[in-house]
């Protein structure tokens, strides 16, 4: 028997808002936690006292919890404690380590259940995310997920092999049979393919569109999105991507949504490439940037979104010291 945690916030207290909440929250536990609805032996609801208007049990029925005991309680009033919060508690038959998933703001209230904790950044392409995320990760000694990596990987196995990037059943049948890792030398990514260090490769110009385009796939992300919590699960890390916070690890103890103008990231990104010998046009990449973020933001599958409970951080006129500061001092005053 396994305990999963969960917790989450409503706007107002409303039957509609409950509802939402509890679909919500018991939807991130199943699918986080790999669980099927006829694992959970039983279900434990609390809520704040300032919550009347409905049972999250009685939510939960009708969210297709049907064979699952169920239970609601109120909880005393505690002064500071967050306002208008469901907590849950699920008894499940079957053998993981549990992932506890905690939404809108609701707050881990027992740090002893767990001490690996992730910190997640997304953004568009040139916000400063993978900077800012190897100096987080280098200065708390924690692992660095760079999760266009793997889109890129992919990507380039794709391309090596003559398949389509657009054509998602080809793409997803090569993935399948190839071997994409992670390893780690000295605190820095490799990406291998077949057991080939393919880590400067995938930062050819154009391997990013190609990476955008097979990460619109529903089938490729569920692949690599699997690879990236189960790394997230057993190690503390700072990720970079697009949907680590919304959707890789929606209960990530810290959230960061970082942006700047298209202008100021396309510079970036032309300054880097120049840097490392290739030949670029600033126009053409600026445009490509503009499209890539359209295209990352407009699929249908964990687009490219701030979560709601990110931070925001516009970095166009900030120092990579200034990003890493003040993402630090944010993450001390949450602790
Ligand atoms: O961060 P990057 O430029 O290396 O990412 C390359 C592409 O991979 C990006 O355009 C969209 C995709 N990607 C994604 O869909 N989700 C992530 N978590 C990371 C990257």
Request: proline share 3%; hydrophobic share 40%; aromatic share 6%.
């Amino acid at each position: 028997m396994v305990v999963i945690r969960g917790a989450t916030t409503i706007p107002e207290d409303s039957k509609e808002e409950i509802r939402k909440a509890v679909a919500e929250l018991l939807g991130q536990i199943t699918s986080c936690n790999h669980i099927l609805k006829d694992e959970i032996t039983s279900i434990v609801f609390s809520s704040t006292s300032d919550i009347h208007s409905y049972y999250p049990s009685k939510a939960a029925r009708e969210a297709g919890f049907e064979g699952v005991a169920l239970f609601s309680a109120q909880e005393p009033e505690i002064d500071g404690s967050l306002p208008l919060c469901i907590r849950v508690m699920l008894f499940v038959e079957k053998n993981l380590t549990p992932r506890h998933i905690y939404l809108r703001g609701a707050k881990i209230l027992r740090r002893d259940i767990t001490n690996i904790y992730n910190v997640a950044i997304d953004g568009p392409a040139g916000s400063g995310k993978s900077t800012v995320a190897k100096i987080l990760a280098a200065d708390y000694s924690i692992l660095y997920l760079d999760t266009g990596a793997m889109y890129r990987a992919c990507a380039l196995a794709a391309l090596e092999n003559g398949v389509d990037v657009s054509d998602e059943r080809a793409v997803i049948d090569l993935m399948r049979s190839v071997s994409l890792d992670v390893r780690y030398e000295n605190g820095i990514q490799k990406t291998l393919l077949n057991g080939r260090d393919v880590s400067d490769e995938i930062r050819r110009p154009e391997i990013s569109m190609a990476a955008s385009t097979v990460s619109k796939h529903p089938s490729v992300r569920l692949h690599l999105v699997d690879k990236q919590r189960e790394i997230a699960s057993v190690n503390s890390c700072v990720l970079d991507g697009r949907d680590i916070g919304t959707y890789v690890l929606p209960d990530a103890a810290f959230k960061f949504f970082l942006t700047a103008s298209p202008e100021v990231r396309a510079k970036r990104r032309y300054d880097e490439l120049v840097a490392k010998g290739h030949e670029v046009d600033f126009q053409a990449l600026k445009e490509e940037i503009i499209r890539r973020d359209e295209q990352d933001s407009r699929r249908k599958m964990a687009p490219l979104r701030r979560a709601e409970d990110a931070v925001v951080i516009d970095t166009s006129n900030m120092t990579i010291d200034e990003v890493v500061s003040f993402i630090k001092k944010t993450m001390q005053e949450k602790i």
